[in-house]
């Protein structure tokens, strides 16, 4: 989420794919044409102030209105409009429903992934981080569990509204390999500003890679796990789901690979093993109204045995 | 003790004395100000931006850190004025770096974790800890 937020060249300005190209493109467009205009308007002013008469006279005739102040601003707009209309087309291009599609829900305050396969179906579940192939375009299925969020990867898209009860669909492709850093961009609740996620985008070989690692069946160590048997008497498995285990538990996010996750908390700390504990024993003060009680009952080294099974979990 | 002075009474001597010897023992616990060392500025900076970047404070409130302030772990205001580190450990600037970037190795048992922080990054947390004010 920092990589969102900060960094330089800022993510709206640094497009990483098509859909956000062609709306900076043409954001840089107007902002020149804005400052060209700018210019010619203090120069106008200046000579209606300072110029010699002869000048002030011609700058107030009705030639310089027909031209200046009709002709210009019809052709340049009517040009501008004509060429933004085309140039954002592809934005709004019909989905033909060979795309892979990815279906991301809102929740307080994260973001619930799951990857969908042909025929629709959850192939794959996670949170708060999207895999997606580099050169291929890929379809959000965007939608909400609770209130109105929405979904913000500056490097790859526009803004769209997540609506309970409603799917909202967003394409997107990443030309480049990379971490690209998103936010949910409406205010949703006391924690908004703190709901983020990361899109990786994978190179092809990397890409198939990852999905290998991910569809491989999980095999759980045999030898009892002090962290995992706490996870699961402690309450952690009645939220949260582990693939391969007796977890289950769908309100929160999936934690079947949290291990390899760049972020916890949804995109707002990096994934160390500190900041997992510190997050299970006192998620409340990292990020106030969140769904997940602080497990301040628990000692310490039971805590920090659930963040070091958790930490295994890749 | 009486205003005449330390020795005023013999029957108050030992009294005295192992006043004066208590005060002593307490002074000694905290070295004065200008004997206790400085950290470098420049290292305490570099430590800021380390602290921020594995969060630390997702467990510890530390001075100079709005968020997140976490309480799972012990705050780290005013280190300098502290007893002990971890209540068994001299508090000093190298055994600080020592236990940030591995607490389980010097106090087994630790529920803090190794840190994923290089020896010189832990010196530059360890100088911040020293050097942060609230």
Avoid at chain 1, 31 to 41: D, E, K, L
Avoid at chain 2, 11 to 39: E, M, Q, T, Y
Wanted: glycine share 10%.
């Amino acid at each position: 989420m920092t990589e969102a937020l900060f960094g330089w060249p800022p993510p709206v300005l640094d497009p990483a794919g098509p859909y956000a190209s062609s709306v900076t493109i043409l954001a840089w467009a107007l902002f020149a044409i804005g400052a060209g205009v700018t210019a010619i308007v203090v120069a106008a002013l200046y000579v209606a102030i300072k110029g010699r008469p002869a000048l002030k006279a011609r700058l107030g005739g009705e030639k310089t209105v027909w031209i200046a102040g009709i002709a210009f601003p019809v052709v340049v707009l009517t040009v501008l409009l004509v060429w933004g209309l085309a140039l954002t087309a592809r934005l709004n291009r019909p989905i033909d429903g060979r795309e892979m599609r990815i279906r991301v829900s809102g929740e307080l305050f994260w973001f619930r992934v799951h990857y969908l396969d042909a025929q629709g179906r959850v192939a794959l579940r996670d949170a708060n981080e999207v895999h997606i192939p580099v050169g291929r375009p890929v379809v959000f299925e965007l939608t909400s569990a609770d209130v109105i969020h929405s979904f913000w990867v500056p490097h790859l898209s526009g803004k769209k509204d997540m609506v309970p009860g409603r799917v909202n669909l967003l394409r997107v492709e990443a030309r480049k390999p990379g971490q690209y850093g998103g936010v949910c961009a409406e205010f949703c609740g006391r924690s908004h500003a703190l709901m983020g996620l990361v899109v990786v985008a994978h190179g092809p070989d990397d890409w198939q890679r990852w999905l290998v690692s991910r569809r491989a069946p999980r095999v759980r160590s045999a030898a009892p796990d002090r962290g995992a048997a706490l996870f699961m008497q402690s309450g952690c498995a009645a939220c949260h789901r582990v693939a391969g285990t007796a977890a289950n538990g769908l309100a929160g996010p999936d934690l079947s690979h949290v291990g390899a996750r760049r972020t916890i908390g949804a995109g707002i700390m990096p994934n160390n093993r500190g900041t997992m504990i510190g997050w299970i024993g006192d998620s409340q003060s990292i990020k106030p109204g969140n769904r997940m009680p602080n497990y301040d009952m628990l000692p310490a080294q039971d805590t920090a045995a659930v963040a070091a099974w958790l930490g295994t979990l890749k | 003790m009486n205003g005449g002075g330390i020795v005023s009474d013999k029957g108050n001597l030992f009294h005295d004395l192992s006043a004066v010897s208590a005060l002593l023992l307490i002074a000694a616990c905290k070295p004065p100000p200008d004997a206790r060392w400085s950290a470098d500025p420049a290292a305490a900076g570099r430590g800021r931006v380390v602290i921020e970047r594995v969060h630390c404070a997702a467990c510890h409130q530390i001075p100079g850190v709005d968020w997140p302030q976490g309480e799972t772990g012990p705050s780290l205001e005013d280190f300098g004025d502290r007893g002990p580190i971890a209540g068994t450990l001299p508090n000093r600037p190298d055994v600080l770096a020592a236990f940030v970037r591995n607490a389980p190795a010097l106090k087994p048992g630790s529920p803090m974790p190794p840190m994923p922080v290089s020896e010189e990054e832990a010196r530059d947390i360890a100088a911040y800890l020293y050097e942060a004010k609230r």
